[in-house]
């Protein structure tokens, strides 16, 4: 009897695009979950048959990790450019701002695919979890590299410790996945941006700029007191 998990030794002949193929099998994963997408819903879905899947992409953790490959490119896109700001608040802002596109943006299901199979998945699936949970580890440490940097160049307070700002900010974009799979509207989780850019910590320089705007508002509440 087939299961989910065994390969047929022969597919049919390949006759269907693997790239809009994987496209529709990703977002059954994210809108169902790895355990939740059954081999029918993925077949449906890819407008394929069985043969064709495991001739094309292997068994269903192989479609998986594919379709993750996917996803991963991505999200890349906004975290790479992310990176690149020229500020630690700039980076942080990017992340938020490119996770709430991603996560609850027009062109796909809501919530985040790596936070989804991190929590979600039972002991079955414990190598998809893990895989995950890899990936989600090297977004870290490309975050935690790009403060440590924003530390030693002052754009960090001497205090905030990078790992620490690191998960914190990860923990926020993480939050913001499970509220948008939970259909909260995305003026919320705007507002959940708004409120966490609110709370970054000023830099040396950016305290500087800080001080200066209000030794200027002190000089001209001063000049008006002369001037009454």
């Not at 390949?14 to 809009?20: A, D, L, Y």
């Not at 989804?116 to 414990?126: K, L, Q, R, W």
């Not at 507002?191 to 950016?206: N, Y």
Request: net charge negative; hydrophobic share 40%.
């Amino acid at each position: 009897m087939e299961t989910e998990g065994t390969r047929p030794a022969q597919g049919r002949p390949r006759e269907f695009c693997t790239e809009t193929a994987l496209v529709a099998a990703l977002r059954v994963f994210w809108s169902k979950g790895y355990e939740g997408a059954s081999l029918s819903d993925l077949t449906e879905a890819m407008g394929i048959n069985r043969p064709s899947l495991y001739a094309a992409f292997g068994n269903k953790e192989a479609l998986f990790r594919r379709a993750l490959d996917l996803y991963d490119r991505r999200s890349a896109a906004f975290m790479t450019a992310a990176l690149k700001a020229p500020t630690a608040r700039a980076v942080a802002e990017g992340v938020l701002r490119g996770a709430l596109n991603l996560h609850a943006g027009p062109d796909g299901p809501r919530g985040c695919l790596h936070v989804i199979h991190s929590v979600a998945c039972g002991a079955e699936a414990e190598s998809i979890r893990a895989e995950v949970i890899v990936r989600r580890a090297q977004v870290e440490a490309a975050l935690l590299k790009r403060f440590e940097q924003a530390k030693s160049e002052g754009d960090l307070p001497g205090e905030i410790e990078p790992l620490g700002l690191t998960r914190w900010l990860l923990a926020v974009v993480q939050g913001m996945a499970v509220q948008a799979g939970s259909d909260v509207s995305r003026a919320e989780l705007e507002r959940m941006v708004d409120t966490a850019m609110l709370m970054w910590p000023a830099g040396h320089r950016q305290g500087v700029e800080l001080q200066t705007s209000r030794q200027r508002e002190t000089n001209s509440d001063a000049l008006e007191d002369e001037g009454r």
